[in-house]
């Protein structure tokens, strides 16, 4: 299969600052990869679809100017948590589709927590 | 809302095989049958995938019904780091423009 990377693994904040978080396809390229949500004992929600070269694509109830995500190559995705607050606080995963049959594969996740 | 339904929790002895069923009765003609697994504090890992044949590979088997309106994932030797979330998902296969839509899942437990 497919690896994907996240850095950080976890990370901490205080409150107002803003959070990059990058997902990187090792041995494949990506044109798209997407980043989910998930909050403590709930299942993973899609946030948004990264697009190689331009604009994201938010689920609905995602704030684009607060999520920003930059698909600038076809290995690296990143999100930005911007002014982020308590709330944000959650476990954020990125994920890409690899092979013939694009097949999803997903990254480690990154943790946030904001203080 | 998800497309399947799995129940909610499974226990297992440790060595046995651990069957975890998923309904998916308005599954469409083009939709595969996909299932991923998630540890504890890390992301989803891929398992398995099918359309209507039976799959296997190193990890597990899928049986898909006759007329896909449910399937199983079998273990056929359970361990005690089979423990996870396991999420039964429908998916087109090649959908790369689309992510995924994750239901609840079924915590699987291996006793020891």
């Known amino acids: 299969g497919a690896v994907v990377s996240q850095h950080p693994s976890r990370v901490i904040c205080k409150s107002g600052t803003s959070v990059k978080i990058e997902c990187r396809s090792l041995d494949f390229q990506a044109t798209t990869m997407f980043w989910y949500r998930q909050f403590p004992k709930k299942s993973l929600m899609l946030m948004a679809t990264s697009n190689e070269g331009s604009k994201a694509t938010y689920e609905q109830g995602v704030e684009k100017d607060k999520f920003l995500i930059n698909h600038a190559s076809l290995t690296l995705s990143t999100l930005t948590v911007t002014s982020a607050h308590p709330e944000d606080s959650s476990f954020y995963i990125c994920s890409a589709d690899w092979g013939v049959q694009e097949t999803q594969y997903f990254g480690p996740g990154t943790r946030l927590l904001v203080l | 809302d998800a497309k399947t339904t799995q129940p909610t929790s499974m226990d297992c002895a440790e060595g046995r095989a651990a069957n975890l069923p998923c309904n998916h009765s308005?599954?469409?003609?083009?939709?595969?049958v996909y299932w991923y697994r998630q540890i504890h504090s890390q992301g989803p890992q891929y398992i398995i995938h099918g359309l209507k044949n039976n799959e296997t590979n190193e990890m597990a088997s899928l049986i898909i019904t006759e007329d896909r309106k449910s399937s199983t994932l079998i273990l056929p030797h359970a361990t005690l780091r089979d423990t996870a979330v396991y999420y039964c998902i429908v998916r087109v296969e090649g959908g790369g423009a689309d992510g995924l839509t994750f239901g609840k899942g079924t915590h699987l437990i291996i006793q020891p």
């Open positions: 308005t599954i469409s003609g083009n939709e595969y």
